[in-house]
């Protein structure tokens, strides 16, 4: 045991030190607070239903009704006991508060790799800084990006488990790497997940040209071998989850078009408009060097400034406070942010120190990790300009195999991230290794200080000779402000032209600022060339000066303002009086409007009630269109009531007060309907529910026609009735009596990949009806109606699971058993 830590207590001490700064960076978790997440939030709210079930029983539903009308879990929150990598993570969350768990997975993930690649373990800890505590790493975490944040983690260590398993070592390699695949599947971001896949893609066609040119390619198949095996591995570990969301997926709107006649709409996967919507611009590249040189995130806090340009403007102007007049004017487009996106959370910040060793890396190093680095980086890099360099985005949009099903194609850069950090650090390993000549090696470093100080200093000097500071709708914002200033035409020019220099000095403050980092990096690196400076403190100094600089930016975007008390977190959503009363009403099963907020894209109404609305960013793809043709310009009333949309909430726009309307006409939990309208195809049956009286008839595909003996269904049904016995969003229980065959539509959403009908405990066929819900013809008599949400893809997917789990377990075992022996030999 001694020998055993003598031999890895750098590493202890180092993972120490990772520990340390995490709790330093989010002192505010040591006090008991946690961080104010925007989308962890609303999806609190998006669970609430979900959460109260699994208070009660034990375990969380698969299904919910509280939001979109209903809809499965999958994607919210489902539990899968099944799959070890469940526990492990579950675990990492009970022993570290959030978020410090997700950067020190960042920290030592990084670290393994780096010392997978025998890095100095002083450099590999500088390194895995880098990448730790790149920007983006840290906005997604202030956003609320939990999923992404914990994919992104496992990214270094399926890279350094790739690495091992090509040197040889085939147990060890090939079970880490399904380990960590596991986790990397089970963070369920898997638009992460296929990025990292495409990197990984890359690099095994550089290995295998190798392999080929060598001709090594026994030991090169036996490598695929082994991760071909580990991936299959980590898929059976995740086929609960993988099953569902592939099947979720293609009801999605990421999946098919129901409709034809809308031409905007696109019939597989998501519009380019809308997934190119974040698209890098490829000026904003720059602030991989100089943070803020498009103004940093959206909003005017650093136009807040006395000293400031548009302050003094605006002062004059105004005589007022120019700071109210600021957050004013942010809604025009006065903003500090002079990007193309709609808006952003801050830049894509690699590091000005890791920018110019990278720089540093493409003249020094030699291997052909570089190739594989500076060919993703770059592809990379022009994939996540989308729609400002179509041409390659849209060959992978249109062509290659699910990538037109992800949005927000900038976030590709979260590789780059990684890539970068990884060249830098292999530069600093080639320089300190011996192998170059003391001029060589100064003249190297002298030509990347010189590119990436120099063009930092240029900007710091003369910014506007390299920006314009103005963006795409430039002319619109003065427009706008020549409105509001009664067509004063030179003032708002004036305000333009202030904000514009504005821009300029922040974006010269930040080049400076990297100009100087820089120049420490370039210096230490020069002392220990020179001789005048010893490796270990070289190292060491080199990535402190690494922490200090992306520490000072990160704290930008998150710092002890985004944390507050456990108890203010638990208590964000405070019902008003309209909830109160609502709330009173004990029928289990209705649903509630709110036009007090954006009903279809904020889900903190589902706090407190089963809406119509919410907020996803993958719905089902029917009910997406439900919203887009009945609900976009106008509400139709007839689709309310057939939602069973018992209240609407409305505010005054005199006082602001609330108000609760009661919907009279809502047609309940379930009905009998008198007669059966079919349509042709999904067109005519929206067209057909645009007008309509739900309680009298139904609109229903032809597809569906088999299922219903019109025969048997007669008139004497008028007398009918149904009720709901019993609500459990898996589980719903109605009775009914009827003299005849009838048609019953039930006021559920419709989705077929698990929902059953069973009659007196007989399983029964339905059908889709109104074009979401669901309706059957029950036959005649007193019977009791279930419907039980049992889907295939979960359950048997979980029992894969488990021996996918069981394998995985056994396949570490004996790896490290194998590892242990052949060390003992």
Known sequence: MNTWFKRNGIHLAIAGF???????????????????????????????????????????????????????????????????????????????????DVVLLYLLGAYLLFCVLKINPYLAAAGAIAFAFTSYNFQIIAAGHSNKAMAIAFFAPIIA??????????????????????????????????YLFLALLIYLGIETYHAIKEKKFPPFGRSLLFLGVGGLLALMVNMSTLWTTYEYGNESNRGKSNLTTDKAEEKNGLS?????????????????????????????????????????????????????????????????????????????????????????????????????????TILFMLLSFGSNFSAVSDLFFDYFPLYNKFRAVESILAVVGLMVPVLAVLAVKEAVSG??????????????????????????????????????????????????????????????????QDRADIAKADALRSALFIAVAYALLWAFATKKMNLQLVVILLGLAVLIDMWQVDRRYLNNNNFASKADLDNHFQPRDVDTFI????????????????????????????????????????????????????????????????????????????KMQRNATAAGNAWIVQNVQFAKNADEEMKAISSFDPKKEAIVDIRYKNLIDEKKVTAGGATAMIKLDSYHPDHLVYSYSAPTDVIAVFSEIYYDKGWNMYVDGVKKPYFRADYVLRAAQLEAGNHKVEFKFEPVSYYTGEKISLAGSVLLVCALGFAVYSDRKKKAA
């Open 18 to 100: 990772f520990v340390i700064i995490c709790f330093a960076y989010f002192s505010p978790v040591m006090q008991g607070k946690g961080p104010a997440q925007s989308d962890v939030l609303q999806a609190r709210a998006m669970q609430k239903e979900i959460m109260d079930y699994k208070a009660k029983e034990g375990k969380g539903p698969l299904w919910t009704n509280q939001m979109f009308g209903g809809m499965p879990a999958y994607q919210i929150w489902v539990q899968y006991p099944m799959n070890a990598t469940t526990h492990v993570i579950a675990l990492i969350k009970t022993v570290l508060p959030d978020p410090v």
């Open 161 to 194: 488990s790739v690495i091992l398993t090509m040197r040889g070592k085939y147990w060890l390699g090939g079970s880490l790497f399904a380990l960590f695949m596991s986790l990397e599947i089970r963070a369920n971001h898997i638009q992460m997940t296929y």
């Open 272 to 376: 380019k408009e809308y997934a190119y919507q974040w698209s890098q611009g490829v000026g904003e590249s720059f602030t991989f060097l100089i943070p803020n040189a498009y103004g940093g995130a959206s909003g005017v806090d650093a136009l807040m400034k006395p000293d400031g340009h548009l302050y003094k403007e605006l002062q004059t102007v105004t005589g007022g406070d120019p700071g109210q007049a600021i957050q004013q004017l942010g809604q025009v487009g006065v903003q500090q942010y002079w990007g193309d996106k709609p808006f952003t959370g801050g830049p894509y910040y690699f590091g000005a120190i890791i920018c110019f060793l990278f720089v540093f890396g493409l003249l020094i190093v030699r291997s052909r990790f570089k190739w594989w680095v500076l060919g993703t």
């Open 435 to 500: 192998a170059y000549d003391q001029k060589v090696l100064v003249k190297k470093l002298t030509i990347a200080a010189g590119i990436t100080g120099g063009f930092s200093l240029l900007v710091a000097i003369a910014p506007t000779v390299f920006f314009s500071f103005a963006n795409a709708h430039h002319q619109q914002m003065v427009d706008a402000l020549t409105q509001m200033l009664q067509n004063n035409r030179a003032e708002a020019m004036k305000i333009a032209n202030a904000l514009i």
């Open 583 to 658: 709330l009173a009403d004990k029928d289990p099963d209705f649903r509630v409007m709110d036009l007090t907020i954006s009903a279809f894209s904020d889900a903190s109404a589902s706090q407190f009630h089963k809406t119509i609305g919410g907020y996803h960013a993958a719905k089902l793809k029917r009910y997406q269109e439900l919203i887009d043709n009945q609900f976009s310009k106008s509400v139709n009333q007839d689709v309310l009531d057939m939602l069973n949309t018992k209240y609407i909430i409305t505010q005054d726009p005199q006082n602001g007060s609330y």
